[in-house]
């Protein structure tokens, strides 16, 4: 997945950034309610985790702007303001989950992937298309009930191809999934990706469409 991180704490936005890392996510760090703004303006992500008090831009401010807008992004309010008015009060601006510093890093990884999970209908961990399905907690594929082996990389293609099943991803759709500010994007390497999973689920698996992306295979073709 590709996440916000909105926190203005260098030191604790440095280990949250490490540890989603360290899971695997592609990660965008900022530490202004404003930068924030303009970063979900240009970029599509999975997740936002919000700090409550920036400079900018209030992180309640972001999240009523966002909700106005319909931007329904999962986001998750991380903030040291305990007390039940608070709670609720971030709740009530359209957040869908709230940590209060300090927190375990394991539990937030858990409360990502509920929100996201929410924000896409789904009751379980589970993404599933035909045979072939993915666990978002576990990061295990497979293929008609049988574990498949797949890179960090060649998981978050197939996550990105999963979330959209029943249309036609794009290479940049693909890309916003894997990489992050920063990280070097090589030329061919959705293809590669791509390939390597058909090696693994069925040749016919993956279909391209020519100009415009990919898309899993329907029962149709």
């Known amino acids: 997945m590709r996440i916000l991180l909105v926190e203005d704490d260098t030191s604790l936005g ?3 950034g490490s540890w989603l ?3 695997q996510h592609a990660v965008d760090w900022v530490t202004r309610g404003d930068s ?3 970063a979900l303006m240009t970029h599509r992500y999975d997740c936002v985790l919000l700090d409550r008090g920036l400079p900018g831009l209030s992180g309640d401010d972001l ?3 966002l909700r106005t807008a319909g931007n329904r ?3 998750i309010l991380i903030t040291a303001f305990n007390a039940l008015a608070d709670r609720v009060e971030g709740l009530d601006l359209g957040a869908d989950d709230y940590l209060v510093k300090p927190f375990e890093l394991e539990e937030m990884s858990a409360r ?4 996201v999970r929410r924000g896409a209908d789904q009751v379980t961990n589970e993404l599933a ?3 072939i399905g993915l666990n978002l907690e576990t990061r295990q594929a497979t293929l008609a009930g049988q574990p498949v082996a797949l890179t ?3 998981y978050h293609v197939l996550y990105a191809l999963l979330l959209r099943k029943n249309s036609i991803v794009t290479r940049a759709q693909i890309e916003e999934t894997l990489y992050g500010w920063g990280d070097e994007v090589e030329s061919n390497a959705i293809e590669v990706y791509i390939h390597n999973l058909r090696k693994k689920l069925g040749s016919d698996s993956i279909v391209t469409v020519r100009g415009l992306g990919y898309r899993l295979k329907n029962d149709g073709g």
């Open 36 to 38: 924030a703004e303009t």
């Open 152 to 154: 960090a990389r060649e």
């Open 129 to 131: 298309h035909g045979d």
């Open 21 to 23: 890392r360290m899971d």
């Open 112 to 115: 990502i992937r509920a929100a």
């Open 63 to 65: 999240l009523a702007k």
């Open 73 to 75: 992004v999962p986001v």
């Open 14 to 16: 440095d280990t949250i």
